[in-house]
Nanobody
Framework: QVELAESGGGLVQAGGSLKLSCVASGRHFTDNVMGWYRQPPGKQRELVAYISSGGVLDYGNSVRGRFTISRDYTNNTVHLQMNSLKMEDTGIYYC?????????WGRGTRVTVSS
């Protein structure tokens, strides 16, 4: 059974930092994209960042320059270092990985940025 498990969310003041992690289990994800989406309160889910099997990565416009995605291919883990957090970064952050036409999702971890 494939599972993606996020951790690292919490409450932080604006300007602070958090690091999210996602561990994938149930299969090898080495050959697949892994990344993060987020869903702000009352809004649609949006792409935050992704990293491919070859290390190609990209970011959503609103986080570029502040967030850094990285990956541990050996341990099926993807991280998201979030710096200079803003109140608008508040939301539930979901780890994802598309595999052969199926997108696997974690249950999400909540990030709340206070003023």
């Amino acid at each position: 059974q494939v599972e993606l498990a996020e951790s690292g969310g919490g409450l932080v003041q604006a300007g602070g930092s958090l690091k999210l992690s996602c561990v994938a289990s149930g299969r090898h994800f080495t050959d697949n994209v892994m990344g993060w989406y987020r869903q702000p309160p009352g809004k649609q889910r949006e792409l935050v960042a992704y990293i491919s099997s070859g290390g190609v990565l990209d970011y959503g416009n609103s986080v570029r320059g502040r967030f850094t995605i990285s990956r541990d291919y050996t341990n099926n883990t993807v991280h998201l270092q979030m710096n200079s957090l803003k109140m608008e970064d508040t939301g539930i952050y979901y780890c994802y990985s598309p595999v052969r036409g199926i997108t696997y999702w974690g249950r999400g971890t909540r990030v709340t940025v206070s003023s």
